[in-house]
């Protein structure tokens, strides 16, 4: 069983940055993807990046491109997501998510393993 726990979430203003770290156990399978997911109230959960972690190959939702960074820690089996120039629109729940092996679930959100979340607020 694959458990994931997420830290890093708080409080910034827009322009500042935030890093979200992710660990995960667990872990059976050698090909094994992660992603950052995010859920603001009153809106459908939605992808914002995620890392293949056999190779590092990342993509991230056009949103967060050039801002946001997802990065790996192999060796403690940690998933990172930089956050640069937060904006307003950034604020919701970040959550960490794994399948372990990769299914190719891209940025939806039909993976296997889930963290309890963590808050992310952007004030203007």
């Known amino acids: 069983q694959v458990q994931l726990v997420e830290s890093g979430g708080g409080s910034v203003e827009a322009g500042g940055s935030l890093r979200l770290s992710c660990a995960a156990s667990?872990?059976?399978?050698?090909?094994?993807?992660m992603g950052w997911f995010r859920q603001a109230p009153g809106k459908e959960r939605e992808g914002v990046a995620i890392i293949y972690t056999n190779d590092g190959w990342a993509y991230y939702a056009d949103s967060v491109r050039g801002r946001f960074t997802i990065s790996q820690n192999n060796a403690e089996n940690t998933v990172y997501l930089q956050m640069n120039d937060l904006k307003p629109e950034d604020s919701a729940i970040y959550y960490c998510a794994a399948d372990s092996p990769c299914r190719g679930s891209g940025l939806g959100t039909g993976y296997q393993y889930w963290g309890q979340g963590t808050q992310v607020t952007v004030s203007s």
């Open positions: 667990g872990y059976t399978a050698i090909r094994n993807c």
